[in-house]
């Protein structure tokens, strides 16, 4: 007999199931969508509206009731971006730029930093405030960055705003883009909705190989690591070796990759197979040879917009030495803090910072310092070498929960690092170690290896595909979690 009360309970919301792309009941979703989306390609104002429905939907299943604040950002966003096109005033002009970004940064610091000050409040005066009960507001990073752009860029008059509301609401609600990025700006976006519909075969093959590759790295790589590792030394570091906290910081930089970039890539192929491009956001990050290219090929979408709108805007390198490094340190910190309301965001962040400021000022200063050595495969070797350190050494900070589990990790590989139980070592995380290095190899797939790939499959037709996702299937069979691991950017 039907349950009909647990068929339908699978339409609401649940706060212990969030819908993801990786979910089952999403690939229904998602067919029944695009069935619909076909059907009603050649008509702009259904296919818009039914876009956002579904974006919207999709947005109320991943965090619930929360979804009526990108409306809500969405209706003050378009109406406050108009006005400021159309009023003569430059005094008015600013005036409504101020409110419009009072009100998306207002709503980011209540939401998601209401909590933090409140604690740091009662921790330094020893009052008892009360914080926000604030439970999975998942997104609000995301979008409001792209609010925030799109209203600086209008009053800059580098774009036009959107005439149509469906438009700016599907800017802003594009769901394999909305949950966990990329941040997308509205000059590169608006124009493709009125593009006529079209995906060519080879738009379909890339987006198929984005799609398997990006699931392979977040649910058999990443969440194989995790769940057999990196969650329980972070967790409880100081029951751990030094030799385990060192290989689970190497771990978690392999994991933040493969989840970060796999739900990426997963965004980029739907979005192919939707009719839209939207940018890629990892390009081989961990060969940068300084921390300046770490962050040209790390995250590309939060790094520009940081360069875009805040580090340009404090005066970039435009008002001397000094104040270009304390621009770098700042911009940073709002990275970091960017992240989450937590003490360990904003060290990692100003780790960044000051690493910046460092290069900056190394490469100034050293011009014509060792100069013909710099050109050399040993010194890009370690330089390499150097930056991938002390990335994963600030990734610690990232990744811990708190200050006190931090401490513990550097303390643990400080202090009880020893080579006397390798042996002990390797019997017990063997396979986690091969993970690591498997996904380390799928980091430094060249991109010419892709596009070749994605040609060949743009020719194999439709049983190459079947073949293709039958074998992913079987080895998500093989290496799926006991219990699901949600994406680490779905807090952001």
Same mark, same amino acid.
């Given at each position: 007999?039907?349950?009909?009360?647990?068929?339908?309970?699978?339409?609401?919301?649940?706060?212990?199931?969030?819908?993801?792309?990786?979910?089952?009941?999403?690939?229904?979703?998602?067919? *029944?969508?695009?069935?619909?989306?076909?059907?009603?390609?050649?008509?702009?104002?259904?296919?818009?509206?039914?876009?956002?429905?579904?974006?919207?939907?999709?947005?109320?299943?991943?965090?619930?009731?929360?979804?009526? +604040?990108?409306?809500?950002?969405?209706?003050?966003?378009?109406?406050?971006?108009?006005?400021?096109?159309?009023? &003569?005033?430059?005094?008015? @002009?600013?005036?409504?730029?101020?409110?419009?970004?009072?009100?998306?940064?207002?709503?980011?610091?209540?939401?998601?930093?209401?909590?933090?000050?409140?604690?740091?409040?009662?921790?330094?005066?020893?009052?008892?405030?009360?914080?926000?009960?604030?439970?999975?507001?998942?997104?609000?990073?995301?979008?409001?960055?792209?609010?925030?752009?799109?209203?600086?860029?209008?009053?800059?008059?580098?774009?036009?705003?959107?005439?149509?509301?469906?438009?700016?609401?599907?800017?802003?609600?594009?769901?394999?883009?909305?949950?966990?990025?990329?941040?997308?700006?509205?000059?590169?976006?608006?124009?493709?909705?009125?593009? &006529?519909?079209?995906?060519?075969?080879?738009?379909?093959?890339?987006?198929?190989?984005? $799609?398997?590759?990006?699931?392979?790295?977040?649910?058999?790589?990443?969440?194989?690591?995790?769940?057999?590792?990196?969650?329980?030394?972070?967790?409880? &570091? #100081?029951?751990?070796?030094? %030799?385990?906290?060192?290989?689970?910081?190497?771990?978690? *930089?392999?994991?933040?990759?493969?989840?970060?970039?796999?739900?990426?890539?997963?965004?980029?192929?739907?979005?192919?197979?939707?009719?839209? #491009? $939207?940018?890629?956001?990892?390009?081989? &990050?961990?060969?940068?040879?300084?921390?300046?290219?770490?962050? @040209?090929?790390?995250?590309?979408?939060? #790094?520009?917009?940081?360069?875009?709108?805040?580090?340009?805007?404090?005066?970039?390198?435009?008002?001397?030495? /000094?104040?270009?490094?304390?621009?770098?340190?700042?911009?940073?910190?709002?990275?970091?803090?960017?992240?989450?309301?937590?003490?360990?965001?904003?060290?990692?962040?100003?780790?960044?910072?000051?690493?910046?400021? /460092?290069?900056?000022?190394?490469? !100034?200063?050293?011009?014509?310092?060792?100069?013909?050595?710099?050109?050399?495969? /040993?010194?890009?070797?370690?330089?390499?070498?150097?930056?991938?350190?002390?990335?994963?050494?600030?990734?610690?900070?990232?990744?811990?929960?708190?200050?006190?589990?931090?401490?513990?990790?550097?303390?643990? $590989?400080?202090?009880?690092?020893?080579?006397?139980?390798?042996?002990?070592?390797?019997?017990?995380?063997?396979?986690? $170690?091969?993970?690591?290095?498997?996904?380390?190899?799928?980091?430094?797939?060249?991109?010419?290896?892709?596009?070749?790939?994605?040609?060949?499959?743009?020719? !194999?037709?439709?049983?190459?595909?079947?073949?293709?996702?039958?074998?992913?299937? +079987? %080895?998500?069979?093989?290496?799926?979690?006991? !219990?699901?691991?949600?994406?680490?950017?779905?807090?952001?």
């Amino acid at each position: 007999m039907i349950d009909f009360n647990a068929f339908f309970k699978q339409f609401l919301y649940d706060d212990k199931n969030p819908l993801l792309f990786n979910n089952g009941f999403f690939i229904y979703l998602f067919v *029944a969508f695009v069935s619909l989306y076909y059907y009603f390609r050649n008509n702009h104002k259904v296919r818009t509206w039914l876009f956002c429905c579904f974006s919207l939907y999709f947005f109320y299943k991943a965090s619930g009731a929360y979804v009526l +604040l990108v409306i809500a950002s969405a209706i003050v966003d378009f109406f406050i971006g108009n006005l400021i096109y159309e009023v &003569p005033s430059k005094k008015s @002009k600013k005036i409504l730029l101020w409110v419009g970004l009072s009100f998306n940064i207002g709503l980011l610091a209540y939401f998601k930093y209401f909590n933090f000050l409140s604690n740091t409040y009662n921790e330094i005066l020893g009052h008892h405030f009360q914080p926000l009960k604030v439970t999975s507001l998942i997104g609000i990073s995301f979008y409001t960055f792209e609010s925030i752009s799109y209203m600086v860029d209008v009053y800059h008059r580098k774009i036009l705003p959107a005439k149509r509301f469906a438009d700016y609401l599907l800017f802003l609600s594009f769901f394999p883009k909305l949950v966990m990025g990329p941040i997308v700006r509205a000059a590169d976006f608006l124009p493709q909705i009125s593009k &006529p519909y079209f995906v060519s075969d080879e738009d379909f093959s890339k987006g198929f190989y984005l $799609i398997i590759t990006g699931l392979v790295k977040k649910l058999i790589i990443s969440d194989y690591i995790s769940a057999n590792f990196v969650n329980y030394v972070f967790d409880e &570091p #100081s029951r751990y070796t030094g %030799l385990e906290c060192l290989f689970a910081t190497y771990g978690f *930089a392999v994991v933040i990759y493969c989840d970060f970039s796999g739900y990426t890539n997963i965004a980029i192929g739907i979005a192919k197979w939707l009719g839209f #491009s $939207i940018p890629d956001n990892f390009n081989l &990050p961990y060969k940068s040879k300084d921390i300046t290219e770490f962050w @040209k090929r790390w995250h590309i979408s939060l #790094s520009t917009w940081l360069k875009d709108y805040i580090y340009i805007p404090l005066g970039g390198n435009r008002k001397g030495e /000094i104040k270009k490094y304390i621009n770098l340190i700042i911009t940073m910190f709002i990275g970091g803090l960017w992240h989450g309301a937590n003490f360990t965001y904003i060290i990692w962040g100003l780790m960044h910072g000051v690493a910046l400021a /460092i290069h900056k000022l190394w490469i !100034e200063k050293s011009k014509y310092v060792l100069y013909s050595f710099r050109q050399t495969k /040993i010194y890009n070797l370690l330089a390499a070498f150097i930056t991938f350190q002390f990335v994963c050494i600030a990734w610690i900070f990232f990744r811990a929960e708190n200050m006190t589990k931090a401490k513990a990790m550097f303390g643990q $590989i400080k202090h009880q690092f020893g080579l006397d139980k390798i042996n002990d070592f390797w019997n017990n995380y063997h396979a986690v $170690i091969w993970m690591i290095l498997l996904g380390l190899l799928v980091h430094f797939i060249p991109q010419k290896f892709n596009y070749k790939m994605i040609k060949q499959l743009s020719k !194999e037709g439709v049983l190459g595909y079947l073949l293709i996702f039958f074998v992913f299937v +079987l %080895l998500y069979g093989y290496f799926k979690s006991v !219990e699901p691991i949600l994406p680490i950017y779905l807090q952001f």
